[in-house]
Nanobody, 125 residues
């Protein structure tokens, strides 16, 4: 059973940066990983994802150019570097994993088998 644990959330001002981390137990190189955000009163939406090898990434238009997803296989950790944060980025961010390659399906919530508990990111002045 794969377990995902997010960290790195917090309260920041607009324009600032944060880096989220997703640590996994039982991690294998076969998993595709994504980050989803759930803003207050809204459904969870896919923001970014990375292939098992780390060679392929995909981003939602809302975060493209500002967020970067990466993975460190040796540490079993996936990161989300969030730059130029906006108030609309305020959400609980979830790390998700799927035991197959998803490519352009990777922003679809139902494609994922495992979810972390989430970490809160609040962007406010």
């Amino acid at each position: 059973q794969l377990q995902l644990v997010e960290s790195g959330g917090g309260l920041v001002q607009p324009g600032w940066s944060l880096r989220l981390s997703c640590g996994a137990s039982g991690f294998t190189s076969d998993y595709s990983i994504g980050w989803f955000g759930q803003a207050p009163g809204k459904e969870r939406e896919g923001g970014s994802c990375i292939s098992s090898s780390g060679s392929w990434t995909y981003y939602a238009d809302s975060v493209k150019g500002r967020f970067t997803i990466s993975r460190d296989g040796a540490k079993n950790t996936v990161y989300l570097q969030m730059n130029s944060l906006k108030s609309e980025d305020t959400a609980v961010y979830y790390c998700v994993a799927a035991s197959r390659q998803l490519f352009r399906r990777c922003l679809i919530r139902t494609e994922y088998d495992y979810w972390g508990q989430g970490t809160q990111v609040t962007v406010s002045s």
